[in-house]
């Protein structure tokens, strides 16, 4: 059974700054990394790396975010950075192995204006 257990939301305000954590309990993946769903809205890809260390960022979040992994932690970051309050959502880390998704219990991150 795939654990991820996710940290570090919390309520900023615009330009401010977050960074958010997620644990593994695998270490084997075909891709890792963060979505988000806002409210009434589609859960949608944030920013991930596959197990070659390629990443991919939504183009809402590029040059803001920037994820990173610390291989010996076993933890996927999520550092956000100028959040603005259309970045409001709650955050899933997300990893996919073996051909199957696998779902933190998701942060909420809020960002008032």
């Known amino acids: 059974q795939v654990q991820l257990v996710e940290s570090g939301g919390g309520l900023v305000q615009a330009g401010g700054s977050l960074r958010l954590s997620c644990v593994a309990s695998?270490?084997?993946?075909?891709?890792w990394g963060w979505y988000r769903q806002a409210p009434g809205k589609q859960r949608e890809s944030v920013a991930t790396?596959?197990?070659?260390?390629?990443?991919n960022y939504a183009d809402s979040v590029k040059g803001r975010f920037t994820i990173s992994r610390d291989n010996g932690k076993n933890t996927v970051y999520l550092q956000m950075n100028s959040l603005q309050p259309e970045d409001t959502a709650v955050y899933y880390c997300?990893?996919?192995?073996?051909?199957?998704?696998?779902w933190g219990q998701g942060t909420q991150v809020t960002v008032s204006s």
């Open positions: 997300y990893i996919r192995r073996y051909g199957s998704n696998f």
């Open positions: 790396f596959n197990r070659i260390g390629v990443t």
């Open positions: 695998v270490t084997n993946f075909e891709s």
